[in-house]
């Protein structure tokens, strides 16, 4: 039996291929938009400043600070030049930090967004900002941070070193694992989930071999809109607190913290709702969070949070925190059970479940 369920479809526009920059002009011309300011990293200016090149009198300017984490510094230094220079819309080139400032950008000023993701975080495809202010990171959902048109174009993701492909891809099955058991969870946001880590599943092997294989890189942009569309539409639980705990309170990199702790927050959920969590064993082999385990190692991926330079000491703390504000989780948040369950992952052990 089909259970009860609400379903709100994304109102963004999707156009997957080639030609990035070709595409991004087609469509401010279909937009009517005039001025775009290109942002960027600081590692991704000369792209950044190349499609600002191709976009000729259509882009304004390029903004190249793009930080982890969207300090809000950075955003109002970017919203003033905005200003300056009377863009009508942003043109986020690169990965979650680069999106992040684009969103941080609409939310004050209702611009136009377009994305083109260079990684396979996902944040793209959902109405969440994340922002720091003075050592704190927040969580907003606003449908003016959602970008209303994203253009995936595999090309861009061939110079994506191997070691942030891999991350970059846990991180992306990690929303479509959560997904699966979420309070909200619908039958369309688990097709989204199951064919993104199926696409994911064969396309990052591959990519381990050969980073430079188009076919790959093209299944693994496809898997990754469908998991950060899954993020988009359905609550996130125990994982993304976690890591958020993490990269939050104590710096550690976002794409490989979603890595490490992926088998353990998994394998932990997997002893509550089996069912729930059974394509993730189907797809990966195994019991979800052991499963996980050895996919993960089987790319190289960091194994442990020792490895992120995460000091024993600070494991209480992080238990403290993630078991400190009530969030739902299909399994019951318990101190010990968290506590326990971070020292796993610390050592880098293999999940039982
Ligand atoms: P990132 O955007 O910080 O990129 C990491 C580095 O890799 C940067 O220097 C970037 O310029 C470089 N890079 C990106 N693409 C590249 C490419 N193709 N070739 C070479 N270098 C490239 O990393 P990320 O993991 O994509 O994003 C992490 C950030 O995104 C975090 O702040 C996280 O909180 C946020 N995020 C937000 C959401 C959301 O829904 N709000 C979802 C996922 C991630």
């Known amino acids: 039996m089909i259970a009860d369920f609400t379903y709100a479809g994304s109102p963004a526009r999707i156009v997957f291929g080639g030609n990035a920059a070709e595409r991004v002009a087609e469509w401010l011309d279909k937009l009517g938009l005039e001025r775009a300011l290109v942002l960027s990293t600081p590692h991704q200016e000369a792209d950044a400043r190349a499609l600002a090149a191709r976009l000729g009198a259509r882009a304004a300017g390029v903004f190249a600070g793009a930080k982890m984490h969207t300090p809000v510094e950075v955003t109002e230094a970017a919203v003033a030049q905005v200003q300056a220079l009377g863009a009508d819309c942003v043109v986020a080139l690169g990965g979650g930090s680069t999106t992040g400032l684009g969103k941080a950008i609409a939310y004050r000023t209702d611009l136009t967004q377009i994305v083109v993701p260079t990684t396979y975080a996902g944040s793209e495809a959902t109405p969440i900002l994340g ?10 959902r606003d449908p003016k941070v959602l970008p209303e048109l994203v253009i995936y174009d595999p090309e861009l993701s061939l110079g994506l070193p191997v070691g942030m492909t891999v991350t970059s891809g846990l991180n992306a099955i990690a929303h479509a694992a959560e997904g699966l058991y979420a309070q909200d969870r619908n039958p369309i946001a688990s097709l989204m989930a199951a064919e993104g880590m199926r696409a994911l599943h064969r396309a990052l092997p591959a990519l381990v071999r050969d980073p430079g294989e188009r076919e790959g890189r093209s299944e693994a942009l496809y898997g990754a809109w469908l998991c950060g569309s899954v993020l988009g539409s359905v609550g996130m639980a125990l994982h993304h607190k976690l890591c958020h705990t ?8 976002h794409a490989e913290t979603h890595a490490v702790m992926l088998p353990h927050t998994i394998g932990y959920n997997a002893e509550a709702v089996p069912e729930l969590l059974a ?18 190692r089987g790319l190289g991926a960091p194994r442990s949070l020792a490895e992120l330079g995460l000091a024993a000491g600070d494991l209480d703390k992080a238990a403290e925190i993630a078991v400190e504000a009530p969030y739902w989780n299909p399994r019951p948040i318990d101190r010990a059970a968290i506590r326990a369950l971070l020292q796993d992952a610390w050592e880098g052990n293999r999940p039982q479940h």
């Not at 993490?246 to 990199?253: A, H, M, V, W």
């Not at 394509?279 to 996980?292: C, K, Q, R, T, W």
């Open 246 to 253: 993490l990269g939050g309170s104590f710096d550690l990199p």
């Open 279 to 296: 394509p993730v064993g189907e797809i990966f082999g195994g019991s979800p969070g052991a499963a996980l385990h050895d996919f993960a």
């Open 131 to 140: 922002q720091t202010e003075g050592g704190r990171k927040t969580t907003l």
